[in-house]
């Protein structure tokens, strides 16, 4: 066994011609992996798994196993990766020492290799690219890479390693490999790292772009969502070139190549579903064409093309009460009506920065939307959204307008209904705002189809039809069911229904008698019953409606939506921000994602709410609310009490279970967000940039200074994070049980952040390339990042220095002057 | 008498330019009204004819002077003009299409000029000829219909509809007008619908097409079955009922925007008013006119789009903000108010007022209401008010109206236009808090309520005006709906109605039966006494309630021996006098019991005059020693109906918006030099 592996892992040292089971199988899928037989390849030397042969690497024979450590064998490829990647740095020369020291003393490391028969590698065979970088392959010497091709073929080689691998490796062969790769991977991993792997495209030099672009082409020809969003990545990204490149760069191309909307659907495929790929075969098609032709089709694909035309006309107007127009409307509108949706959306945000107050705004944003409302429901959806739907109404008296100085960032509700899959399901028919009335206007009236032979000449009356009290019986007041509330008062005793319904009744000539001081009464019970809302304020619209509760909001609105009844109906909501760069935030987004999937996965319960970013270019995008949640600075404005005596109005006394749970909500948050801040160094952190959900978790918002950029002021904020005393003595003081509780989940955090430290790093790193974005300013910004992270020191020495922060952060009286100094300026308390 | 007197007037300018001269076209006219067929001596005679340009003043003028034995001998004649005036219709030269309307115009009028006794059937006959009439009726139509929908000329669609509206006219009496059964079986109400939905020809002729729409739906309303009101109500396309809501909503604001240049001028200076002096004996008469009239058509419109389409009620709360309206091409003839903002957009001064920014159209009605309102001296304003009453009482009945009047979510700041009283100062319009819109209704309703209170009564208006706030406090109080409004000025406003009531009950009688009223106005008070715990806004205001009562004690007092002693008299009023006894028993009960109270808590603590912290006081302490007897009824009201109550005013209002839509396209269809010239130098 010990001898196998080590002849496999001394591989790229021979010549390529000692293994020949090994270099037989794979060379074939690694530089033939667009003809016929990579797809149903034999598998001719090693099983699929666990043969003797290339099976599992390992030390002793007890752990001849098959259940290995993922996490163990994920580091150790990580860093067989990082040395193989200096390797290839010196591509000219045949480093084997470099190799040999990457194999060699590494004793804990077990690989399970698979077979490409399981990896499907489908490609456009037509494409230039491809070609070109097949031949490409062809000229290196492919023993030196076959055993990096084993690593690649590894089921442990993830989305993440191949993103790394693309941005760091220089060999051409290796990028065009994992640009094929990436088709295996499931869609929803990739889309992770989209905005990664298009920045690279654009700012990277041609090779990597020529790797990528096969994989972007393929996925925009499957899928509108995934066009639009690269397109408005490719976009946002371009922004920062120079305008005289911008203009002919590969990413400008792309994009226009996108919204041009030459990329159409490309064939019968269950687009949604990554088990379903099917390898791209071409046996079927016979001919040399790819397998994109017309020919292919499905009668499954006709039926999308349908669907996918009925859909809005460039203008985003409704057309679904003509069919005549629809079906001429043919594909071009593929793209167009969301684009249409989204540009909507954009100029009311325009417009609405031009007005002076915020009741000015308000009101304007309710017109506004109430017009967009016309031209639903609609092929539109909103990206922020988890699953597939149809946006078909915009209750827009919902919408609030958010606090902000200078922009008029707002707050949309959006109703949709979910469906299987947005661009084959049938857009929903509209239903009018009062659909109850409709039933009246057809039925109550007599059938006015005449012939003209019977009104010819018949000059005679007819009954008259303009009978009112029939036509208008359908909805009047008289009739209007009032689901009143359920009235838990003692005093509403018998004679409390007098005042709901009114005796109506002849017969009854007792004269009933009620007290006056039963209606005072009841008025003030019934008042007092309302529940505690914010109360309304012209010059904070958000806070009303942010606080009321979300499960509340979409009871109300489901109730007065013609749409409300459908079982799919759900309700969204989005902040649409306009003037605003969003790509910082949506950087934060993917770090505060993937640190959470590593405490996840570590089993820190570490508690952190990412916040999905639509970027849509470098000054627009959209953000998805955090519901049930207000800002600290709404709380102690409409509050008027101390967090400690909001927390125990809100949830009960300190020993309630409801307390004790909210409590530990807001430890575990804090401590997740206090580490965010500190190893992304986020900046700005006052009151109204912090909320404080339902359940007593807080959730940092606004990313908009972080790493290398801080808001320029007198040099506040330099302590790690922020921790007032009153977020300490929620906790319960600095000396209870709860604030220990606090260091020791920061320490955990740290700990299982700083294990995957690259996972996170990779992500800022790929974006700094090319970009002019403040929180890159500065050549020191990654050595700070990766600092920070302190690897070398020891649990122990960490302790101490989460201990420190803490401390430091506590006694901070930067973060004391920097709420006084938001308060004088902002007047965000 | 007018039409008369326009068309001596046409003439003479005519005849003194032309008088040399006798145009060919004349001529030709000349030989149709010969015995002989003007085509046997000239086979191209027709097509000769639509190539010259109309005198329709000579051709109106010889069809009036043709007396009753000529006719009989021309019918073939005229029969044979009219019937190739509807072929030329389909011509693709269009400077015949153009004259063929434009003949056509004339043969309508002309024919129904002379005989204006005569029996539909004998137009008809004269015109087309019994046996022909339902074929060329059917043509004409079809020709217009397509060429109002086809992508023709917008100025000949714009005489299509000149032409339908002078047909639709030409009687006084729209039901009279015999013609118009072909008109209904033959519909052109899609094409309309089509006008009315598209941005651009809405912009162009919306306004026509509203005013012939409303016209046509009142044809033989109470009689037959009119398709167009059957079309209407069920008119569900929202682009469509947008455009004409739109239509309506500019023409109003047109309106609104005339009435405050006026204010405002006559506000001004010395200077400012003397010039408008000299410049309003030229134009402001006719133009005021003009005004009035437009707006009772375009008002006409509007109640029947909410009376009869349920959809429309939406409209009303469509938000117009004027981007969108300064896009739409707007009427050469009629300056639109968008227009002359939109260039203003920039400017710092102008947003200061939000509803320039945002408008709808019932914000705009509501402004209005609230000028017409004002004056309802005038006949036609009188008609306006009480047409404008009408609507708000269809809307108040309306829950999805209701709904939005009371979404706190809509909040509006409505300035109404508030009529200048010795009395009272004039309110500052900037400090109007923006609320729901249901608050500016009831606003327009006090308003109303204490500024008519004159010697005569205008004793319909009230009553609507009333039964609306009732029919909004019944929705509040089903709907539970806690509305903040100021209801101290309502009851206030109420006291006083019924104190004028009682100090002119002699006169007032002698013409309304104001028991009637006087009972709604104490409905509404018991309202507030037994159900003001549902609709309420703080308990505090139910005490104010009790306070208001006591503190005008004497007027119900007095009303009290006014309607004992008029239900113990036999007379024609009793019966409606003990009702109004009845119904004030909760308000006396509360009297009887309070003023006691008062008194000894004055007594008792030696205050002479109590202030209104201590009257309330007394009555927030003394509430469970008070009985009241709960009435039958008080939620329940009236539905709104057309027939048979209303019949009459609309009959009257047809006619004469039928007599001013008439004089207008007179004019307008007559200047039409334009248009030909357009068309001459396109062919």
């Known amino acids: 066994m010990v001898v196998q592996s080590q002849s496999i892992w001394r591989k790229p040292t021979d010549t390529g011609s000692s293994s020949p089971s090994l270099s037989v199988c794979s060379s074939p899928s690694l530089s033939l992996p667009s003809t016929p037989s990579s797809s149903s390849c034999p598998a001719p030397g090693p099983a699929p798994s666990g043969t003797p042969p290339l099976g599992v690497i390992s030390e002793g024979p007890g752990e001849l196993s098959l259940v290995i450590d993922a996490e163990v064998a994920q580091r150790a490829c990580q860093e067989v990766l990082q040395k193989v990647h200096i390797s290839l740095m010196y591509q000219n020369r045949v480093d084997v020492g470099g190799s040999q020291n990457g194999a060699g003393p590494e004793p804990a490391l077990s690989v399970t290799i698979v077979k490409p028969a399981q990896i499907q590698i489908r490609e456009v065979e037509d494409d230039p690219g491809s070609v070109k970088s097949a031949r490409r392959r062809q000229r290196h010497n492919p023993s030196k890479q076959s055993w990096l091709l084993r690593l690649f073929e590894s089921k442990l080689f993830d989305v993440s390693m191949a993103i790394s691998y693309l941005h760091n490796s220089k060999e051409p062969g290796v990028q065009a490999y994992i640009g094929n790769r990436l088709f295996s991977f499931p869609h929803d991993d990739v889309d992770f790292y989209l905005p990664q792997l298009l920045n690279m495209y654009i700012h990277m030099d041609e090779d990597v772009g020529d790797a990528i672009k096969p994989y972007v082409v393929h996925r925009c020809r499957q899928s509108i969502s995934f066009s639009l969003q690269c397109a408005w990545l490719l976009g946002a990204y371009s922004s920062d070139m120079h305008i005289s490149t911008q203009r002919h760069s590969r990413g400008t191309k792309l994009r226009k190549l996108i919204l041009s909307d030459e990329l159409k659907p490309a064939g019968a495929r269950a687009r949604r579903d990554p088990l379903a790929l099917t390898p791209f075969c071409p046996a079927v098609s016979g001919s040399g064409e790819h397998g994109l032709s017309p020919s292919k089709r499905t009668h499954q694909r006709s039926k999308s093309d349908a669907t996918v035309s009925i859909s809005l006309s460039s203008n985003l107007k409704r057309t679904a009460s003509n069919p005549k127009v629809e079906s001429s409307q043919d594909e071009p509108v593929r793209l167009a009506p969301q684009r249409e949706f989204i540009k909507s959306l954009m100029g009311i945000g325009k417009r609405l920065a031009t007005l002076p107050t915020k009741e000015q705004k308000t009101q304007r944003l309710i017109s506004e939307l109430s017009l967009l409302n016309h031209k639903l429901p609609a092929r539109v959806w909103l990206p922020t959204a988890a699953f597939d739907h149809h946006v078909v109404r915009v209750p827009h008296t919902q919408a609030v307008v958010l606090n902000s100085k200078d922009k008029a960032p707002y707050l949309i509700y959006v109703e949709v209904l979910e469906c299987e899959n947005f661009e084959t399901s049938s857009v929903p028919i509209r239903i009018p705002e009062n659909r109850i009335r409709s039933t009246r206007s057809v039925e109550n009236l007599p059938d006015c189809g005449m012939t003209a032979e019977q009104r010819a000449g018949s000059f005679s009356t007819v009954p008259n039809y303009d009978n009112d009290d029939e036509a208008w019986s359908v909805d009047d007041i008289g009739e209007l069911q009032v689901e009143l509330p359920e009235l838990h008062t003692n005093s509403c005793d018998n004679i409390s229904q007098f005042s709901v319904d009114s005796i109506t009744s002849l017969e009854s000539k007792e004269p009933v008698f009620i007290a006056a001081g039963d209606i005072r009464r009841r008025l003030s019970e019934q008042l007092a019953q309302t529940p505690t809302t914010f109360k309304r304020d012209p010059e904070d619209p958000s806070a009303v409606a942010l606080k009321e509760p979300w499960e509340e909001k979409v009871r109300r609105i489901r109730e007065g939506s013609p749409y409300g009844h459908l079982p799919n109906w759900r309700l969204l909501s989005v902040i649409v921000k306009c003037g605003d760069d969003l790509r910082q935030e949506l950087l934060a987004f993917q770090v505060l994602q993937q640190l959470q999937s590593i405490w996840e996965q570590e089993r820190v319960p570490l508690w952190i709410k990412p916040y999905k970013i639509l970027v849509l270019s470098a000054d627009s995008g959209m953000i998805e609310p955090v519901v049930n949640a207000v800002s600290l600075h709404q709380v102690k404005k409409h509050s008027q009490l101390s967090l400690l005596d909001y927390f125990l109005q809100e949830h009960g006394s300190p020993t309630t279970e409801a307390f004790l749970s909210a409590q530990r909500n807001f430890v575990q948050s804090c401590a997740g967000y206090s580490l965010i801040c500190y190893l992304l160094q986020v900046k700005d952190r006052h009151n109204g940039n912090i909320l404080l959900d339902a359940e007593g978790h807080i959730i940092h918002i606004d990313f908009g200074f972080i790493l290398s950029s801080s808001p320029k002021n007198l040099g506040f904020e330099t302590s790690a994070f922020k921790l007032t005393t009153e977020f300490v003595d929620v906790m319960g003081g600095p000396d209870g049980d709860m604030f220990n509780y606090y260091k020791m989940l920061m320490l955990q955090g740290l700990i299982a952040a700083r294990k995957h430290m690259d996972r996170v790093l990779q992500i800022v790193e790929i974006m700094q390339q090319g970009s002019q974005l403040p929180c890159f300013h500065g050549s020191s910004t990654m050595r700070g990042l990766k600092e920070r992270f302190h690897m070398s020191l020891t649990e122990e020495q960490l302790q101490l220095l989460v201990d420190q922060l803490v401390d430091g952060s506590m006694r901070s009286l930067t973060t004391k002057l920097y709420d006084g100094f938001q308060y004088l300026t902002n007047g965000i308390m | ?683």
């Open chain 2, 1 to 683: 008498m007018s039409q008369v007197e326009k068309r001596a007037g046409l003439l003479r300018r005519t005849s003194s330019s032309k008088k040399p001269l006798k145009e060919k076209v004349v001529l030709m006219y000349d030989e149709i009204f010969a015995k002989e067929d003007p085509a046997k001596n000239n086979p191209r005679f027709w097509d000769e004819l639509f190539l010259m340009k109309v005198n329709l003043e000579y051709l109106e003028s010889k069809l009036e002077s043709v007396d009753g034995e000529e006719v009989q001998r021309i019918q073939d004649n005229i029969n044979s003009l009219f019937h190739h005036c509807v072929q030329a219709l389909g011509e693709e030269h269009q400077i015949k299409v153009v004259n063929a309307l434009q003949t056509l115009c004339a043969l309508f009028r002309g024919v129904h000029q002379k005989n204006k006794s005569a029996s539909g059937f004998d137009i008809i006959n004269m015109l087309m000829g019994f046996d022909k009439a339902e074929q060329r009726m059917k043509d004409l139509m079809e020709r217009l219909d397509s060429l109002l929908c086809g992508d023709g000329s917008e100025s000949l669609k714009s005489l299509c509809l000149k032409l339908l509206l002078c047909l639709v006219t030409v009687t006084d009496n729209i039901s009279q007008n015999t013609i118009l059964e072909y008109v209904m079986i033959n519909s052109i109400f899609e094409a309309i619908l089509q006008i009315l939905s598209d941005v651009s020809s809405r912009g162009q002729h919306g306004y026509d097409a509203v005013v012939l729409l409303a016209l046509l739906v009142n044809y033989r309303k109470y009689e037959s079955v009119n398709p167009y009101i059957v079309k209407l109500s069920i008119v569900d396309d929202e682009p469509t009922l947008d455009g004409m809501g739109m239509v309506v909503h500019q023409a109003l604001t047109e309106y609104n925007r005339q009435y405050k240049d006026k204010e405002e001028e006559n506000q001004g200076g010395f200077f400012s008013t003397l010039t408008s002096m000299v410049g309003s004996m030229f134009i402001a008469d006719a133009d005021e006119k003009l005004s009035v009239q437009t707006n009772e058509a375009i008002l006409l419109a509007l109640y029947e789009a909410v009376h009869l389409n349920r959809n429309f009620i939406t409209v009303l709360a469509q938000s117009h903000p004027e981007i969108d309206i300064a896009t739409t091409p707007t009427p050469p003839t009629r300056p639109h108010p968008q227009h002359h903002l939109a260039p203003l957009m920039n400017n710092p001064e102008l947003p200061l007022d939000p509803n320039l920014q945002t408008s709808n159209l019932l914000i705009t009605f509501l402004k209005y209401a609230s000028i017409v309102m004002q004056d309802t001296k005038d006949e036609h304003r009188l008609n306006s008010a009480r047409l404008c009453l009408i609507i708000l009482t269809c809307i108040a009945e309306d829950q999805y109206a209701d709904a939005f009047l009371h979404d706190d979510n809509m909040n509006f700041r409505v300035n109404l236009h508030r009529m200048p009283m010795r009395h009272r100062k004039k309110a500052v319009d900037k400090n109007i808090p923006s609320r729901p819109l249901v608050c500016a209704v009831l606003d327009l309703m006090v308003e109303f309520i204490v500024t008519h209170m004159m010697k005569d009564f205008p004793m319909d208006l009230y009553l609507r005006c009333v039964q609306i706030i009732h029919k909004l406090l019944c929705y509040q109080k089903k709907c539970r709906i806690r509305l903040h409004y100021t209801w101290r000025e309502l009851w206030s406003a109420l006291i006083n109605l019924l104190k004028f009531l009682l100090s002119n009950e002699t006169t007032l009688l002698a013409k309304h039966n104001i028991f009637h009223l006087a009972l709604l106005v104490v409905n509404l008070f018991n309202m507030f006494i037994t159900y003001g715990d549902t609709f309420l806004p703080t308990s505090n205001s139910y005490d104010e309630l009790y306070y208001e009562i006591v503190r005008m004690h004497q007027v119900f007092d007095n009303l009290y021996c006014m309607v004992l002693r008029v239900s113990t008299n036999t007379g024609q009023w009793k019966e409606a006098a003990s009702k109004v006894t009845h119904a004030l028993v909760n308000v006396r009960a509360i009297i009887n019991h309070f003023n006691p109270k008062i008194e000894s808590y004055a007594a008792v603590n030696h205050i002479s005059q109590l202030s209104e912290e201590q009257v309330l006081e007394v009555v927030r302490s003394n509430y469970d020693t008070l009985t009241l007897k709960l009435q039958d009824g008080l939620d329940q009201f009236e539905r709104y109906s057309e027939q048979p109550k209303e019949a009459a005013f609309f009959k009257e209002l047809v006619r004469s918006i039928s007599l001013n839509v008439r004089k207008n396209v007179s004019l307008n269809t007559l200047s039409q030099d334009v248009l030909l010239k357009e068309f001459s130098t396109i062919s």
